[in-house]
């Protein structure tokens, strides 16, 4: 593995995605880097150099062009080795950005949609393997839809020894309040109430849940079992406590979103009837982990449309909960800043060499997210998920403070 | 854009649901209150109980509760008695018609709370005047509520101010009093003003409070009046009858992004302050979200020795020479979500300031500089077509920049007022402001004198007036658990 050793020149980074238009992920994280955004109270400028690009899927409401033309240093590829070789047959950035979000690709039997991140991740291995060495790769969002691909991602990256980091912004964002899980806290229970559809949403709820509880006392030391539940089902379960109902209540007391049960109000805590009636296609994971912790993340649309955190931790009398802030719910919004820190922790991977938080926890929602469609699929069956034995500490908090 | 009539579907009843009563079953999963705590009854005066206004929004919080600290608080608070205009009561969906006058005239937001002012930032050109509410139409929209939240809570309309405080009796019958009145069709003055009536309504309660020789804590919405002579008369009366007061906009006291405060007793250098919407609206939670920063300055507040509204080419000349932080400008836009122009067309994010494209975004820019008694100044600069977010940074000896958002609660639950309710709540049931009236009073002659400027041709204007002194709480008092 090598990087930049110049400190004259920022490090260069070949950009490879899916697919890049407008308020797409592509577009939100490649803009910051091309062209900045707003870090610790200024206008933070770029640190990288993108010097090529490659996109599969160009059509309507491509930027490609426009970016390319507005940054002529970025030169377009037609493959993810040319746009690392950059014609000279080996690697010749000092850095990988994939945006693996989005774009037309098949639709599974799970309902999974099959984006190419395996393929495009085992493209820029070649071209590592080929030129005996190795740079920062980063992925958006999570790993892989086949849990075996993204094991064997994350092996690779440990055996070639590169800096990998992955996942969603979630853990990174805003919080409101602004609240982080006490480093070695016993947590007893924790929800993430989110909305949005299985297989692209749930894996934020995940990764929110985890980015706190892998803050907890011992560390992070894997799930044991997981099930499902979807309409009918979770409000049974909901009914019989399968999750708490303090933090359920409490998650829900921090959404912005909460939509009111009576015409004529703006906010009024619905009852379970109304619950029922607004939640359109309500669907949770509940999954304990090997230490006892339970964990639930819910899929509310239609009851809430935001990121909502609560959990019950020993010795505090009230849970902790909090919002984990996308503006993109706010309708006069017109930045998805969360992906400000997202960028910044790229940038610092590039320039340092160090992942900033570890790609472990975004392997563990991975997986935590093919049992959860696998559970959905099986008709919401327990599954056990030894599998799942991932093991890590966390590293400083990445919630943003500036 | 969120519009009413899209916002209305996520309601589980439809608007044809409030013509059935019977319809809407009144069990409510609410917390029960402590009941070991006796109950402060408070009357309401207002201009609108309608869907989306300010009242509506802020009152429903002692009906039904609100959201607090992770959980559904209940207030120990009972609303007793209302009064709401009564032509308002009659009122049905009207359009508001745009005003007849240049276009710096501003006054279409009635009732519109700060996250629809912000929707209703203008829209073709970035004129300061500001477009029709689009509720307008939608059937059932602008209905009063007043008659069926009193049905269903129990309390008692009134007809006139005197009797909502005596609740239909001959004795004053309420500990506290809360004002919110907001339309925006009252006529302007000359400086475009909303000569909003809210001395008016103090008046009739202090004349109470003086015949029947006691008084109760006073909360008045946003601006104590667009005359500085009238709100420091009501703050006077305050005093010499010795009830607590409140007032101002929920701006400052909701959420900031980051959660950061000016520290107590820091030197600002300098600040700017960013802000939409319409003049005397917009301007006036700006200028109360700032100066919420401003006061915890060394040496506390002292006030405003002159003020100087700028506008047209001359902000951005008066940028050029440093009369205001190009800097800070930057830098408080660094913090906001909702930049127009070319990030609305490909969502790209953008430096306004070194892009230069503000003089072409902002049609109608102002500045209102304000010239501090201890010699700090600062900047609000009312960018509409520009940013839809208020945002502010300053420069603070020894601590850098210190820049944020006052985050604009979105639809449906515009928790700005859940925040703000809690400080009502705070002054009502301890009997002691959280904070001082006293911003409120500085923040409606700066707004005034500002207007007064622009209406005298953007003069810059002595305000020895405006020597408004107080502390503020050393603990800040904005949305954080």
């Not at chain 1, 970016?67 to 047959?89: C, D, F, Q």
């Not at chain 1, 991140?117 to 920062?136: T, W």
């Not at chain 1, 809430?304 to 959990?311: G, L, R, S």
């Not at chain 2, 919405?221 to 409140?246: G, R, T």
Request: aromatic letters at 10%; hydrophobic letters at 35%.
């Amino acid at each position: 593995m090598s990087q930049n050793t110049d400190p004259t020149r920022r490090p260069q980074i070949a950009v490879l995605a899916n697919i890049y238009g407008r308020r797409l992920h592509t577009e939100h994280i490649v803009d910051r880097i091309l062209d900045g955004y707003g870090w610790n109270g200024v206008y933070r400028k770029p640190s990288l150099e993108v010097v090529s690009i490659f996109v599969e899927q160009r059509g309507e409401g491509d930027l490609v062009p426009e970016r390319a033309k507005r940054h002529p240093e970025m030169k377009v590829y037609n493959s993810v080795a040319e746009a690392l070789t950059r014609g000279t047959g080996k690697l010749a950035v000092d850095g990988v950005v994939y945006i693996g979000e989005q774009g037309d690709y098949p639709r599974n039997e799970k309902g999974q949609t099959e984006y190419p991140r395996h393929r495009f991740f085992e493209e820029v291995i070649d071209v590592y393997r080929a030129s005996g060495r190795s740079v920062p790769f980063y992925l958006d969002k999570h790993l892989s839809y086949k849990w075996e691909w993204a094991k064997e991602m994350y092996d690779t990256s440990r055996k070639m020894g590169f800096p990998f980091m992955a996942g969603s912004s979630l853990p990174l964002t805003w919080r409101i309040p602004q609240v982080e899980m006490p480093l070695g806290a016993t947590v007893r229970e924790s929800i993430c109430m989110a909305f949005g559809g299985v297989d692209s949403y749930d894996i934020h709820a995940l990764e929110s849940v985890q980015c706190m509880v892998e803050r907890r006392k011992g560390g992070e030391t894997g799930v044991e079992w997981l099930q499902a539940y979807r309409g009918e089902n979770f409000w049974k379960a909901h009914e019989e406590k399968v999750w708490s109902p303090e933090i359920f209540k409490a998650a829900m007391c921090r959404s912005f979103t909460r939509s009111p049960g009576r015409a004529g109000y703006t906010d009024v805590y619905p009852t379970l009837q109304q619950m029922k009636a607004l939640a359109r296609d309500p669907v949770a994971y509940h999954y304990r982990y090997k230490d006892g912790l339970r964990s639930t993340i819910m899929l509310l649309g239609g009851l809430i449309e935001d990121f909502n955190f609560a959990a019950i931790i020993d010795g505090q009398a009230k849970p902790l909960s909090t919002m984990m802030y996308l503006s993109k719910e706010i309708e006069h919004a017109t930045l998805e800043s969360y992906f400000n820190p997202l960028t910044y922790y790229i940038e610092q991977m590039m320039l340092t060499g160090k992942e900033q938080y570890p790609v472990e926890r975004v392997l563990l929602a991975t997986g935590l997210l093919c049992v959860g469609i696998d559970s959905l699929f099986q008709g919401q069956v327990r599954l056990q998920t030894p599998q799942l034995d991932i093991r890590y500490q966390p590293t400083e908090s990445t919630m943003r403070k500036t | 854009m969120l519009t009413r009539r899209r916002f209305i579907g996520y309601s589980a009843l439809t608007s044809a649901a409030l013509a059935y009563r019977p319809l809407l079953l009144p069990g409510m999963a609410q917390t029960p209150r402590d009941s070991s705590k006796p109950l402060v009854r408070v009357a309401v005066l207002g201009d609108a109980y309608q869907y989306g206004s300010q009242l509506q929004s802020i009152v429903d919080r002692f009906l039904v509760g609100y959201p607090f600290e992770g959980d559904w608080h209940v207030p120990a608070i009972q609303v007793v008695s209302m009064y709401i205009e009564p032509k308002r009561r009659a009122q049905v969906a009207v359009p508001m018609a745009p005003r007849a006058a240049a276009s710096r005239s501003a006054q279409e937001n009635g009732g519109i709370t700060i996250a629809q002012s912000a929707q209703l930032a203008p829209r073709g050109g970035g004129t300061r005047a500001v477009a029709a509410p689009e509720h307008a139409g939608t059937p059932g929209q602008m209905d009063d509520l007043s008659v069926g939240r009193s049905e269903e809570f129990g309390f008692r309309l009134c007809a006139n101010i005197p009797e909502a405080l005596r609740c239909g009796g001959d004795r004053l019958a309420v500990d506290a009093v809360l004002s919110v009145v907001e339309q925006g069709d009252y006529p302007l003055n000359h400086k475009d003003q909303i000569l909003y009536p809210r001395y008016d309504y103090f008046q009739q309660c202090a004349q109470v409070f003086q015949d029947e020789g006691r008084a109760v804590p006073y909360f008045n919405h946003d601006n104590l009046s667009f005359s500085f002579s009238e709100a420091k008369e009501m703050v006077n009366i305050s005093e010499k009858l010795k009830f607590p007061m409140l007032a101002g906009s929920a701006l400052p006291v909701s959420w900031r992004l980051p959660d950061t405060d000016i520290p107590m007793g820091a030197q600002i250098q300098e600040a700017v302050m960013v802000g939409f919407g319409g003049i005397d609206s917009g301007d006036f939670d700006a200028l109360e979200a700032m100066q919420s920063m401003m006061e915890r300055r060394k040496g506390g507040e002292t006030g405003v020795k002159a003020v100087q509204l700028l506008e047209g080419d001359d902000v951005w000349a008066a940028g050029e020479s440093g009369r205001w932080s190009k800097e800070l400008l930057s830098s408080a836009q660094s913090r906001s979500d909702a930049p127009q122009g070319l990030t609305v067309i490909d969502g790209r994010p953008q430096d306004m300031v070194s892009a230069g494209v503000l003089p072409q975004l902002v049609k109608d820019p102002a500045a209102y500089c304000i010239e501090y008694n201890d010699g700090t100044h600062a900047t609000l600069l009312m960018l509409n077509g520009a940013d839809q977010n208020f945002t502010f940074s300053a420069r603070v000896t020894g601590q850098g920049l210190i820049a944020t958002q006052f985050f604009n609660s979105p639809l449906p639950n515009l928790t700005f007022t859940a925040a703000l309710a809690s400080k009502i709540e705070h002054l009502f049931t301890t009997r002691s402001a959280p904070y001082p009236v006293q911003r409120t009073l500085l923040t409606s002659g700066i707004l005034e004198a500002c207007l007064t400027s622009r209406e005298r041709g953007n003069q810059r204007l002595e305000t020895p007036h405006l020597s408004v002194k107080y502390q503020a709480p050393a603990e800040s008092q904005y949305a954080r658990t």
